[in-house]
T-cell receptor, first 111, second 113 residues
Framework: GQQVMQIPQYQHVQEGEDFTTYCNSS?????IQWYKQRPGGHPVFLIQ?????EVKKQKRLTFQFGEAKKNSSLHITATQTTDVGTYFC???????????FGTGTRLQVTL | KAGVTQTPRYLIKTRGQQVTLSCSPI?????VSWYQQTPGQGLQFLFE???????NKGNFPGRFSGRQFSNSRSEMNVSTLELGDSALYLC????????????FGSGTRLTVV
């Protein structure tokens, strides 16, 4: 079956440093959705990317969808302690109405 | 508006028992999905319901079942519990097919002893 891997598994940064997580799929992605899960919390929807090569920004967060639709990335500029959590990408297949989640990247930010 | 409500928040059950978890979606959301989250397997899709019909099912044994009621509320049931069923069970609702993202509930933490 489809495998969606994220690297790195874990990253620890100092506040103010940048952070990037990469999402790679064994098969072509339909649409990519990104979620953030705070420690002890539940996933919270961040954004959806649909088109090949699409780039979207939300304040300090930049999301990209690969040209071949087999990878995606999330870049955070100048991290803050509020960015702490696990970031998941998920392949969203509308016809199947399901999310296939990536393995997640846990981000720790310290002062 | 109210978010997705899951009850109970925590549950401890014994092997062999069965359990029913409940989910109330956001008002107006007709799609309800269930996911299992464990440290080893991550987030895995269980099933999705829309207007009382199961539209998709993940790769889980038949012990896992669910249903959706006419008011969009959903329940999932796990029979003959095994230790490996210990997990955080998350319910998510969406408007339509999920193309605008899913709103997750806080989950039910199930521990099987």
């Amino acid at each position: 079956g489809q495998q969606v891997m994220q690297i790195p598994q874990y990253q620890h940064v100092q506040e103010g440093e940048d952070f990037t997580t990469y999402c790679n799929s064994s098969t072509t992605l339909s649409n990519i959705q990104w979620y953030k899960q705070r420690p002890g919390g539940h996933p919270v929807f961040l954004i959806q990317l649909v088109k090949s090569g699409e780039v979207k920004k939300q304040k300090r967060l930049t999301f990209q969808f690969g040209e071949a639709k087999k990878n995606s990335s999330l870049h955070i500029t100048a991290t803050q302690t509020t960015d702490v959590g696990t970031y998941f990408c998920a392949d969203f297949t509308g016809t199947a109405s399901k999310l296939t989640f990536g393995t997640g990247t846990r981000l720790q930010v310290t002062l | 508006k109210a978010g997705v409500t899951q009850t109970p928040r925590y549950l401890i059950k014994t092997r062999g028992q069965q359990v029913t978890l409940s989910c109330s979606p956001i008002s107006g959301h007709r799609s309800v999905s269930w996911y299992q989250q464990t440290p080893g397997q991550g987030l895995q899709f269980l099933f999705e319901y829309f207007s009382e019909t199961q539209r998709n099912k993940g790769n889980f044994p038949g012990r896992f079942s669910g249903r959706q009621f006419s008011n969009s509320r959903s329940e999932m049931n796990v029979s003959t519990l095994e230790l490996g069923d210990s997990a955080l069970y998350l319910c998510a609702s969406s408007y339509g097919t999920g193309g605008y993202g899913y709103t997750f509930g806080s989950g039910t933490r199930l521990t099987v002893v």
